[in-house]
């Protein structure tokens, strides 16, 4: 609720503007390669992902927040899911904003939730893979049949427009997810594993317990 509240917040403030508003609020806000990287506005990579142009996107990215992210955030607890969504976030942008110096298009925005949208719906697809999920109420799937749907949705929706920066913000914000979810690639577990491994090579088995002593082959014991 405080990432969808940032994002329509912010959102709605840009929608009520005139344009020399909003031509102000883009250059101070939104991440793009000019402002990035040329400008050094730094603060736009986290500033721009609570900033939506469009009002019907908006509306997507509430639905999706309510729908979806909030398993997440239960089964992770709210500092891990505010983690996640800060890296994945601030990962989709730079990505976005760097893919722009590449293709020539400085001005291309990379803005509003949808990296962070995209990198849950794959972490939801991992943790929940086999968890029943009813698409808009109509079409029965599970969370790793969700996974790729989106998946394919979004890398067909890049393609047929050529929208190469915001296929590399999802692609990076993914992957930020994937690595984060998954058992295998996930930092946090490896470091966990190393810390595990360093501390068994540092301890050695002893014999504990009383001197043995000699047992009297006549004597019974219970235990």
């Given at each position: ?11 709605l ?20 390669a000019?402002?990035?990287?040329h ?7 986290v ?8 009002f ?6 509430g639905f ?13 607890g709210?500092?891990r ?5 800060a ?14 110096l590449?293709?020539g298009?400085?001005?291309a925005?990379?803005?509003g ?8 719906i ?5 943790v929940?893979?086999?968890q ?8 029965p799937?599970?969370?790793r049949?969700?996974?790729y ?5 979004s890398?067909?929706f ?7 920066e915001?296929g590399a913000?999802?692609?990076a ?44 082959k ?5 235990n």
């Open positions: 609720m405080v990432i969808l509240g940032l994002e329509i917040g912010l959102s403030v840009w929608l009520m503007s005139d344009l020399p508003t909003r031509a102000q609020l883009a250059d101070f806000t939104l991440a793009t000019r402002n990035v990287f400008d050094a506005k730094i603060w736009t990579l500033t721009s992902p609570f900033l939506q142009e469009k019907l996107s908006l509306l997507i990215h999706v927040l309510f729908m979806f992210v909030p398993t997440l955030e239960r089964f992770w709210t500092p899911f505010l983690r996640f969504a890296i994945t976030a601030v990962a989709g942008t730079v990505a976005g904003s760097a893919m722009g590449v293709t298009r400085l001005d925005p990379i803005n939730l949808d990296p962070f949208i995209n990198a849950s794959v972490a939801f697809g991992i929940y893979a086999r029943p999920v009813q698409f808009f109420g109509v079409l799937l599970t969370g049949q969700l996974m749907g989106f998946i394919a949705f890398g067909l890049i393609l047929l427009q050529g929208l190469w915001l913000a999802y692609t914000s993914m992957g930020a997810a994937a690595i984060m979810t998954s058992k295998r690639l996930s930092p946090g577990l490896a470091w966990r594993r190393w810390r595990i491994a360093r501390a068994r090579a540092r301890l050695s088995v002893i014999e504990g317990g009383a001197p043995k002593r000699p047992r009297d006549e004597q019974k014991w219970l």
